[in-house]
């Protein structure tokens, strides 16, 4: 009978060390999971914010259509646009002296863009430059008497933009592989506004897009 206290006292003991040990390696597992969640949600973290940064970097704009300043005048427009983070932004498009009937002097400006177009050779209105901030690109007419088709010439290469339609100004495309960037007139023979279908996101820079709308604006108004 005097040895049951002992007893007793002894599984206690190995119970409270049981529990113990199990309380360690339970809260071991814990800090183990704790460190991995936390691991684990920072690369996810981490890789999410790589990606979005790709996208800023590469992403180009979404252009919508362009319609003129003036009912009665065709030497400014505003050309209507989504940015790679999805704002609605414009670019005015106009003469750079409008007062001298001057149809070989552009000049483009937006809140983010500052550039001008011009001819290369004074009277010349077949061969065209471009610059916007670094990059700059030529238009040219592919072929000698046709304004039917226009070549856009960068580093990255050669684009094509064309009608439609044979000697019909109304309705401009231009096909890749991505896809297509078309532009017609809201109303047959009416140059005033113009709708834009941009499929092409990756294979043309916002540069080459704003080439062709001009050449295909330039062709279709009356001078």
């Not at 932004?89 to 552009?106: F, G, K």
């Not at 901030?133 to 039917?148: A, H, T």
Request: hydrophobic letters at 40%; a negative charge; aromatic letters at 12%.
């Amino acid at each position: 009978m005097g040895t049951l206290p002992i007893q007793v006292e002894w599984m206690s003991r190995s119970h409270i060390q049981t529990e113990t040990s199990s309380c360690q390696l339970l809260d071991a597992y814990w800090n183990l999971f704790s460190i991995t969640h936390v691991r684990v949600t920072m690369r996810v973290v981490l890789f999410t914010i790589f990606l979005m940064s790709i996208s800023f970097c590469f992403g180009q704009s979404e252009f919508l259509g362009l319609s003129a300043q003036w009912d009665d005048r065709l030497d400014a427009w505003e050309v209507l646009y989504y940015d790679p983070e999805g704002e609605e932004n414009a670019i005015e498009l106009s003469q750079v002296w409008p007062l001298r009937t001057d149809w070989e002097s552009w000049r483009l400006q937006g809140d983010d863009i500052t550039g001008d177009i011009s001819t290369q050779w004074r009277g010349d209105l077949t061969r065209w430059n471009i610059k916007i901030g670094e990059e700059r690109l030529e238009i040219r007419q592919r072929w000698r008497n046709d304004p039917n088709q226009w070549e856009i010439v960068s580093d990255r290469g050669r684009s094509l933009l064309r009608t439609q339609l044979t000697n019909n100004a109304n309705v401009w495309i231009c096909s890749l592989e991505e896809g297509d960037f078309a532009m017609y007139t809201m109303y047959d023979g009416d140059p005033r506004d113009w709708v834009i279908e941009d499929y092409i996101i990756d294979s043309l820079s916002d540069t080459e897009k704003l080439a062709m709308i001009f050449i295909a604006l330039f062709q279709s108004i009356p001078k």
